[in-house]
C-alpha cells in the first residue's frame, strides 16, 4: 500500500471519529425512544445509522471537510454497546435509571494535510483512551420518554499513542420531543482536560513556532471546551428511518488561548444526516 493510500486510511478515519463522536451526546437517549414495540422481547436488538458529516479538520479549525457519519446500538438481555465511530462504551447497568461501565476510544492523528500554519506544526499520531462513564436518567412522564433528563460523566486516560492525557466530560441530555413517528433530542456538554491532555492537542512546541509561525505555548489543565446539540429523528416504518445531527462547540479556557484555536476558529460546527435501521 502507497503512503498517500495509508494516509487517507487515516485521515478517513480521523474524520469518522470527528462525525460519530460529535453525535453521541444525546443518540442513545433519541434511540430508544421509538424502538419497535417487540424489542426488549428480543434477545439481541440493532439500531445503525449511516451517513454522512460535515466537520471541522481538527480541533480549533476553521476548515471544514466531509466526512462519514455512524453510530450503532447493540442490546443484548441486559447489556447494551453503544459504538460511536472510534469510540465504544458498554452499559452494564441493565434496566435502572443508572448507567455505568467502561469506554474505549480512538483519537486520530493530525498531520500536514491540513489548511492553514498547522500543517506545519510535528504530526500528532493516534492515540488509545480506556475509562469509564457513570450516568443517571430522571424520568419526566411523559410518553414514549418526553421529558426525560439525563446526566452523564466520562473520565479517559490516554493509555497508549501521543496522547497520555486524562480528560473528563460532563453531559446533559434532555428529551425533547417524542410525537408520533418523530422525535428530538437537546444536550450540552463540557470538557476538563488536564495540563498533559490539552498541551498535546493545543500546545505548541518550540520547534513547532519556528516551523509554523505560531507563537510557542504550553496549555495548562483546566477546562478546555463547551459544547451544545441537537438530534432530530423520523421513523419511517418500524425499521427504517433518519437522523440528523447539529451541534456547536465554543473553545474556552486553555484551548482558547492556544495559537491553534487563535489562528482557526473559537466556535465550530457540525451538521451530519443518515439512514437508520433497527432490529
Known amino acids: 500500500m502507497s503512503c498517500s493510500a495509508q494516509g487517507d486510511r487515516v485521515a478517513s478515519l480521523r474524520n469518522f471519529m470527528l462525525a460519530a463522536i460529535a453525535a453521541s451526546a444525546s443518540t442513545t437517549q433519541a434511540l430508544a425512544a421509538d424502538a419497535p414495540a417487540d424489542a426488549n422481547e428480543r434477545v439481541v436488538s440493532v439500531f445503525v445509522a449511516l451517513g454522512g458529516a460535515i466537520v471541522p479538520e481538527y480541533a480549533g479549525s476553521k476548515h471544514y471537510k466531509a466526512a462519514p457519519f455512524g453510530v450503532a446500538n447493540i442490546d443484548w438481555r441486559d447489556l447494551q454497546l453503544q459504538i460511536r465511530g472510534p469510540e465504544a462504551r458498554l452499559d452494564l447497568s441493565g434496566d435502572n435509571p443508572w448507567s455505568f461501565g467502561p469506554v474505549v476510544k480512538y483519537r486520530g492523528d493530525r498531520d500536514d494535510d491540513v489548511k492553514g500554519p ?61 410525537w408520533g413517528p418523530l422525535y428530538a433530542d437537546l444536550d450540552a456538554g463540557v470538557t476538563y482536560g488536564n495540563r498533559k491532555f490539552n498541551d498535546t492537542y493545543f500546545g505548541v512546541t518550540e520547534s513547532g513556532a519556528a516551523r509554523s509561525g505560531l507563537r510557542r505555548y504550553r496549555a ?7 459544547g451544545a446539540g441537537l438530534t432530530l ?47
Not at 410518553?143 to 480528560?167: C, I, R, Y
Not at 495548562?220 to 463547551?226: A, E, K, N, Q
Not at 425499521?239 to 487563535?262: C, F, M, N
Open 118 to 178: 498547522v500543517q506545519h506544526l510535528p504530526k500528532l499520531d493516534g492515540s488509545l483512551d480506556v475509562g469509564g462513564f457513570v450516568g443517571y436518567a430522571f424520568k419526566g412522564g411523559g410518553e414514549h420518554g418526553q421529558g426525560d433528563l439525563g446526566l452523564k460523566l466520562t473520565a479517559l486516560q490516554g493509555v497508549a499513542g501521543e496522547n497520555d492525557g486524562l480528560s473528563v466530560k460532563g453531559e446533559v441530555s434532555y428529551a425533547a420531543l417524542r
Open 220 to 226: 495548562g489543565s483546566g477546562l478546555s471546551d463547551v
Open 233 to 279: 429523528g423520523y421513523q419511517i416504518d418500524e425499521q427504517w428511518g433518519v437522523l440528523a445531527r447539529a451541534s456547536v462547540t465554543h473553545y474556552v479556557g486553555e484551548a482558547a488561548d492556544s495559537p491553534i484555536v487563535k489562528d482557526g476558529a473559537r466556535t465550530s460546527g457540525l451538521l451530519g444526516l443518515g439512514v437508520t435501521y433497527r432490529y
